[in-house]
C-alpha cells in the first residue's frame, strides 16, 4: 500500500499563474485534508471532506478549492497563486472524524511550492 | 483562545541520552493530545494519541504523559538514538469545529 501519495513533490509558479495539487489515497478514507505548513507555525487546515463529492473550508481557505469527485483522490487548486502562498502542502486522511479519539491522521510527503 | 504551545523550540542532544519536551494548550474542551514525528522533508507520522482519562502511554523508546487538569504533556525519548532527530509536534482537539490545533514543533537533533 502507497498510503497517501501527493503530487507534483515541487512547483514552481509566477504571481496569478494556477495549479491543482493532486492527492490520492488507497486506504479507502472517508476523509481528507489539505494543510498547510510555514516557518515557525502550526499546521493549518485550508479545506477538508468528509467523503465523495463533500467540501468544506478550514481555517485559512481564502485562495483555494478543492474537489472530492473520487473517494480516493482530493485536489488542491490555486486559481491565481501569490507570494503568501509560498508553503509546504501536505495531504492527510483518517477513517474517521480527525478529533475523534481514533482520528489518525495519515499524511503524504508535501508538496513544496514556491510563488514568485 | 485556544493556543498549543511547545518548549523547547529546539534542542541538541548526544545520541544515547534521554530527553523531555513539553508541551502547554489553552484548548477548552478537551478531547484528546496527540505527538507527531516529522522528518526533514517527510509529513508528519503519529506517535500517540491521548484522551483526557489517560495520563501515560507508551510507543517503544516514546513515552508521553498528560496532565489535563495543568494541560501540560510531555514526550520523554530514552536512549536516543541518530534517527529520532527530527521535529516533533503537539497536537490538541477540541471536540468541535473539526478542529485540531498544532504546536509549533520542537526541532530534536541527535549528536553522535
Known amino acids: 500500500n502507497a498510503g497517501v501519495t501527493q503530487t507534483p513533490k515541487f512547483r514552481v509558479l509566477k504571481t496569478g499563474q494556477s495549479m491543482t495539487l493532486l492527492c490520492a489515497q488507497d486506504?479507502?478514507?472517508?476523509?481528507m485534508y489539505w494543510y498547510r505548513q510555514d516557518p515557525g507555525m502550526g499546521l493549518r487546515l485550508i479545506h477538508y471532506?468528509?467523503?465523495?463529492?463533500?467540501?468544506a473550508k478550514g481555517e485559512v481557505p481564502d485562495g483555494y478549492n478543492v474537489s472530492r469527485l473520487k473517494k480516493q483522490n482530493f485536489l488542491l487548486g490555486l486559481e491565481s497563486a501569490a507570494p503568501s502562498q509560498t508553503s509546504v502542502y501536505f495531504c492527510?486522511?483518517?477513517?474517521?472524524?480527525?478529533?475523534?479519539?481514533?482520528?489518525?491522521?495519515?499524511f503524504g510527503e508535501g508538496s513544496r511550492l514556491t510563488v514568485l | 483562545k485556544n493556543q498549543v504551545e511547545q518548549s523547547p523550540q529546539s534542542l541538541i542532544i548526544l545520541e544515547g541520552k534521554n530527553c523531555t519536551l513539553q508541551?502547554?494548550?489553552?484548548?477548552?474542551?478537551?478531547?484528546?493530545l496527540r505527538w507527531y514525528k516529522q522528518d526533514t522533508g517527510r509529513g508528519p507520522v503519529s506517535l500517540t494519541i491521548?484522551?483526557?482519562s489517560e495520563n501515560t502511554k507508551s510507543n517503544g523508546r516514546y513515552t508521553a504523559t498528560l496532565d489535563a487538569d495543568t494541560k501540560q504533556s510531555s514526550l520523554h525519548i530514552t536512549a536516543s538514538q541518530l534517527s529520532d532527530s527530527a521535529s516533533y509536534i503537539c497536537?490538541?482537539?477540541?471536540?468541535?469545529?473539526?478542529?485540531?490545533?498544532w504546536g509549533a514543533g520542537t526541532k530534536l537533533i541527535i549528536k553522535p
Open positions: 492527510a486522511s483518517s477513517w474517521s472524524l480527525m478529533f475523534a479519539n481514533t482520528g489518525e491522521l495519515f
Open positions: 508541551c502547554n494548550y489553552t484548548v477548552s474542551p478537551f478531547s484528546n
Open positions: 497536537v490538541v482537539s477540541g471536540d468541535s469545529n473539526y478542529q485540531l490545533i
Open positions: 471532506s468528509v467523503g465523495e463529492g463533500t467540501t
Open positions: 491521548m484522551t483526557f
Open positions: 486506504m479507502n478514507h472517508e476523509y
